[in-house]
């Protein structure tokens, strides 16, 4: 190998690798939902969005997280941008399954159905 050749090499190899790590922190800093469940006094309780996206299509269930048929709540909406609540009941009782959950699901990015899932018991 010339030692140009060499030169141009290393040059190529680093302009790869400095490509590489933009888009590395571009994935990480990226708009993304995620959630947060508020269970304040008097049985009312929040599906808050806390990330810097807005969730589109989404759908708070609360009951089994294993079983999508046991539902004790639900709670619908078109939109919703971050910082906005979803309210919905959540109260766990003798009854209620082991794996009690408040489930959120929502179309993510490129229309992907994503899902979010918190145990309440």
């Given at each position: ?13 680093a302009?790869?690798?400095a ?8 994935w990480?800093e990226?708009?993304?939902?995620s959630?947060?469940?508020?269970r ?12 810097s996206?807005?969730a ?23 939109t ?20 009690f ?21």
């Amino acid at each position: 190998m010339q030692a140009g050749d060499w030169a141009t090499w290393v040059g190529s190899s680093a302009a790869v690798v400095a490509a590489v790590a933009s888009i590395a922190v571009w994935w990480r800093e990226r708009s993304s939902v995620s959630w947060e469940f508020d269970r304040p006094e008097r049985g009312r309780s929040f599906a808050r969005n806390t990330g810097s996206a807005t969730a589109r299509d989404v759908h708070v269930r609360v009951g089994s997280a294993s079983n999508d048929n046991d539902i004790d709540a639900e709670a619908r909406a078109v939109t919703v941008a971050p910082g906005e609540v979803i309210p919905v009941l959540a109260f766990a009782n003798m009854a209620s399954p082991a794996d009690f959950a408040v489930v959120v699901t929502w179309r993510g990015r490129f229309r992907r159905r994503e899902r979010w899932t918190r145990i309440l018991h």
